[in-house]
C-alpha cells in the first residue's frame, strides 16, 4: 500500500531532550581531563526547572565552545571516545520525550504516514535510545551521522532515508530544532517544521522553516494539511 506521507525527525532536541544526559556525559569527559565545566547541581537545577532555553541553547552553546578550544587532536580523539563510552552506559538517565510526541507518532501511525530518524548522533546510540525510551517500533528506518558518507546538513541524509523507506520526495517532511535540519531540508527540497528553543545558538528567525511548534502538542493540524494533498 502506498504511504499517504513520509515524515522524517531529528532525534536530540526534537524527539527527546537528550540535553540532561549530555551534559552530565560532557561535564564527566570535562573534568576527566582537566577542563572547566559546569557543575551537576547546576545543570539539575536547570532541568527541574524546566528551563529548555536554557539547557538547549546556554548550556549547549557552551559545551561546543568548550570542545572547540581543545586543539590536539590525540586528545579530542580519546575525549570524544570516552564521551561516547560513557554516554552510551547512560543514555537515558534523565533523557525525556518532547511534550506530545509519543501521542503524535501513535496517531501518525494509525494514520498510514511513514516515519524515519535523521540524525548526527551516531547510529547504534540512536537506535539504542530510541528503543530504551520505548519509541524505536514506529520508525521504518533510522539513519545516523555513521550511516552514510554523508550526513546533516547535507541533503543526501535526508533524500537516501526517503529513498530506502520508498518514500516520495514531493511527500515528504522533516521535523528539526536546528539549522542542520533545516539547511538539509531546504536542500532537498523538502518542507521544514521547526521546534522553538533547540539546540542551537541561532534564533528561530534565522532558521529556514515553513512551521513553527512550540512542542508537538496538536502538530496533528499541521500535518493534515500534507494529507489533503
Not at 74 to 85: G, V
Not at 130 to 157: M, Q, S
Not at 212 to 222: A, P, Q, S
Amino acid at each position: 500500500m502506498t504511504q499517504k506521507l513520509t515524515i522524517l525527525f531529528d532525534l536530540d532536541g526534537t524527539l527527546v531532550d537528550t540535553a540532561p544526559d549530555l551534559m552530565t556525559a560532557h561535564n564527566y569527559v570535562m573534568n576527566k581531563f582537566g577542563y572547566s565545566s559546569k557543575s551537576m547541581n547546576e545543570i539539575r537545577n536547570l532541568v527541574g526547572k524546566g528551563a529548555a532555553v536554557m539547557i538547549g541553547r546556554s548550556l549547549w552553546g557552551s559545551a561546543k565552545k568548550e570542545m572547540s578550544k581543545i586543539t590536539d587532536p590525540k586528545i579530542k580523539d580519546e575525549m570524544i571516545k570516552e564521551f561516547l563510552n560513557f554516554y552510551g552506559k547512560n543514555i537515558v538517565k534523565d533523557s525525556k520525550l518532547i511534550n506530545g510526541v509519543y501521542e503524535f507518532l501513535t496517531w501518525a501511525k494509525k494514520n498510514n504516514i511513514s516515519m524515519g530518524v535523521c540524525t548526527n548522533k551516531q547510529e547504534h546510540l540512536a537506535v539504542d535510545l530510541l528503543k530504551k525510551i520505548k519509541i524505536y517500533d514506529f520508525f521504518e528506518y533510522v539513519a545516523g551521522r555513521n550511516t552514510f558518507e554523508y550526513y546533516k546538513p547535507d541533503p543526501r541524509h535526508l533524500t537516501s532515508t526517503i529513498e530506502i523507506m520508498n518514500g516520495n520526495i514531493k511527500k515528504s517532511l522533516m521535523i528539526g530544532d536546528s539549522e542542520n535540519d533545516a539547511d538539509a531540508a531546504k536542500a532537498a527540497g523538502i518542507p521544514m517544521i521547526l521546534l522553538e528553543n533547540g539546540y542551537t545558538d541561532k534564533k528561530v528567525e534565522q532558521i529556514n522553516h515553513d512551521y513553527l511548534i512550540k512542542d508537538f502538542v496538536g502538530i496533528e493540524k499541521i500535518i493534515n494539511k500534507f494529507l489533503d494533498v
